[in-house]
């Protein structure tokens, strides 16, 4: 029993021996006055608040009226009876376990909302495969709970491709290629060509230009041929646009090689999805966060942002493992020991974790 519960009994007891020296008339007045006030009470209030001490003072007092004389209660016998219960309850009941699985443990609680304090696009998948690069694997339902317990509202899911099926199914020896462009400080507009890999989702920064025509693709694309090596020949489809930047000679360089050039429907994006994806990735990530001040500026981001993708941003479809990873951590023996390092890339716009030593 609480302090605040002591205290009120005690009050009302001394009111009680107070009354004991009035007269009956004046305790017949009172008697009558209250009444006629829990009268116009019970009119304005259809079920008052009781507070716990409130409750003890009314089971207690019920005890020196006959059950005849509760009706100057306004709440029901049953009602009185149920509170009597419960304090019966609560005073040899012991506590016990509750059943279900374990909570989360209190490191990985923190774990988890320290990197979603720390990047706020992040959402509860991304967090899931971070953790899971430093060997920390959690389900993403965990992680979703904590967030939302903390106050912090998930990402939304992205909805798949329509045909993310038959990409999945043959993912091997696909690439896809796009251009996206820049728009500078100085309002100057530059364009990336780049390519990327289904079945891994490695990305390929082909060049940067200012001026895109055929004859500039097509070269890169034989420059991306030659730095491939032997890698080229397992390309076996190609899917692009159809801008018109992508000519018959730019074709001509895969064609020679065995490859299939696919081009899109018209006015399809989604037949191109996962390269749309990953223009809205780098964008949303990287360069939609800073100020690019020209051509060399732009090439060395999207270097930077080329070997964070490839060699340590999670991915959901690759089990949220990088599309190159350097190794697999090993999981580990004991929570208590693990502490995450943070390494910025790009002066701090990324941040990337690992295990520390």
Known sequence: ????SLYLILGRALQF???LGRGDRAKAAEIVVLRHQVAVLRRQVNRPDLQPGDR????????????SSWDVFFITPATMLRWHRALVTRRWTYPSKRPGRPSTREEVREAVLRLARENPTWGYQRITGELAGVGLRIPPSTVRDILKGAGLSPAPRRTRPSWSQFLHAQAEGIWACD???????????????????????VVHIAGVT??????WVAQQARNLVMNLGEQAEGIRFLIRDRDSKFTAVFDEVFTSLGVRVIRTPVRAPQANAIA???????????????????EGHLRRVLK???RHYNWHRPHRSRDRRPPQPPHDPAPPTDLDQIRLQRRQVLDGLINQYRRAA
Do not use: Q
């Open 1 to 4: 029993m609480s302090w605040s």
């Open 17 to 19: 021996l107070a009354l």
């Open 56 to 67: 003890v003072v009314l089971a207690a007092l019920s005890r020196l009226l006959p059950r």
């Open 179 to 201: 251009l996206f462009h820049i728009d500078t400080v100085f309002l100057k507009r530059l364009n990336v060509l780049f390519f990327m890999e289904h079945a891994t989702r």
């Open 210 to 215: 200012a001026h895109p025509t055929g004859t």
């Open 276 to 294: 749309e994806r990953w223009v809205g990735t780098v964008r949303r990530e990287c360069t939609d966060r800073l100020l690019i001040y020209g």
């Open 304 to 306: 930077a942002y080329e």
